[in-house]
């Protein structure tokens, strides 16, 4: 039972880290008078950083549903599934886990990335930089890319705790074939 | 030993299309006459096309590497290693594809993000989009990110055979405790 319960900790904490991730970026907004216009500067006007919201709202929806799932398995099973549909279940999970994880991952290097354009700008294509104008608004930003890429590092070791959850019922010497225990 | 193949396989395929990839990306060079000027473009202009050249040669050494130790144990050994030095090398071989697998991935969604960036242009920063001057240029960026992309999910399967490799070393009741078979 102990590693339902590491599980549902690591779970818990992405949860909670996506959710703080996805309210930083999504309320994040500043408004400035540049020359003789007032500019309001919001996550939308960066598509990576509206990518981002959405990912971390759905990554945190994610966690929270295997959450739910694993304190049901501690509360009402405790451990004594069949090992038949537990093995079905082993992979769905994992499956699961996996595409998350990289999408996640994915939504947020675009997001440092983009965001990095916006603090540097570039020369050779006569991209201003916008941060020294909106600072503020950049450190909110830097703060939920932090969060998302915690949250990541979380994810990446649950998906390393669903990996061994599934690939343990398998028998050390065939390929595929499952143990008997 | 059907496992040590398919590894070998998915490995020798992973550093082909990561080679081609780094390549497409390296070599991809546009000279055009713009209002007075003749501009010479590059990988170099787009710092996530730099990095990708870099994490795409890396990536390949690597596969490169691990495909050797593959062909090394499928003709010297025929599987037959003591189980405690293969467990140190079954962790040894998950952790750095795991973590090769999340850098390449992060460095692809990061140039697919700033060639979007090109692509499209971004009218609230007076960004001005560029490719519409370099077609040749982008399209065989394109190329090479697409690459990139069907190389990682090929390390991507390369990961799950070395996590089942791993965990199912381990015994299917007790958290990391090894079998005895």
Same mark, same amino acid.
């Given at each position: 039972?102990?590693?339902l319960?590491? @599980?549902?900790?690591?779970? /818990?904490c992405?949860? !909670? =880290?996506?959710? !703080?991730?996805a $309210?930083?970026d999504?309320?994040?907004?500043? &408004?400035?008078? *540049? *020359?003789?216009?007032?500019?309001?500067? &919001?996550?939308?006007?960066?598509?990576?950083?509206q990518?981002?919201?959405? %990912?971390?709202?759905g990554? %945190?929806?994610?966690?929270l549903l295997?959450?739910s799932?694993?304190?049901?398995f *501690?509360?009402c099973?405790? #451990?004594n599934?069949?090992?038949?549909?537990?093995?079905? /279940?082993?992979?769905?999970?994992y /499956?699961?886990?996996? =595409?998350?994880?990289?999408?996640?991952? %994915?939504?947020n290097?675009? %997001?440092? @990335?983009?965001?990095? !354009? =916006?603090?540097? #700008?570039?020369? @050779?294509f006569?991209?201003?930089?916008?941060c020294?104008?909106?600072?503020?608004?950049?450190?909110? *930003? #830097?703060?939920a890319?932090? $969060? $998302?890429? =915690?949250?990541? $590092?979380?994810?990446?070791?649950?998906?390393f705790v669903?990996?061994?959850?599934?690939?343990? !019922?398998?028998?050390?010497?065939?390929?595929?074939r499952?143990?008997n &225990?």
């Open positions: 039972m102990d590693i319960k590491t @599980e549902a900790l690591l779970r /818990l992405a949860t !909670l =880290v996506f959710v !703080l991730a $309210c930083l999504r309320f994040d907004t500043q &408004t400035k008078f *540049i *020359i003789f216009l007032e500019r309001k500067i &919001t996550f939308k006007d960066l598509k990576a950083l990518a981002l919201v959405y %990912a971390a709202f990554a %945190a929806g994610y966690n295997q959450l799932r694993c304190i049901f *501690i509360s099973f405790h #451990g599934l069949s090992k038949r549909s537990y093995r079905y /279940l082993a992979w769905v999970c /499956l699961l886990d996996q =595409v998350v994880v990289y999408l996640t991952f %994915a939504t290097s675009a %997001a440092i @990335e983009q965001s990095m !354009l =916006v603090v540097t #700008g570039m020369k @050779e006569q991209w201003t930089k916008w020294n104008k909106y600072t503020r608004f950049c450190f909110q *930003i #830097g703060g890319i932090f $969060c $998302c890429y =915690v949250a990541c $590092c979380l994810m990446a070791f649950t998906t669903s990996a061994f959850n599934l690939f343990r !019922l398998y028998s050390p010497n065939k390929f595929l499952v143990k &225990t």
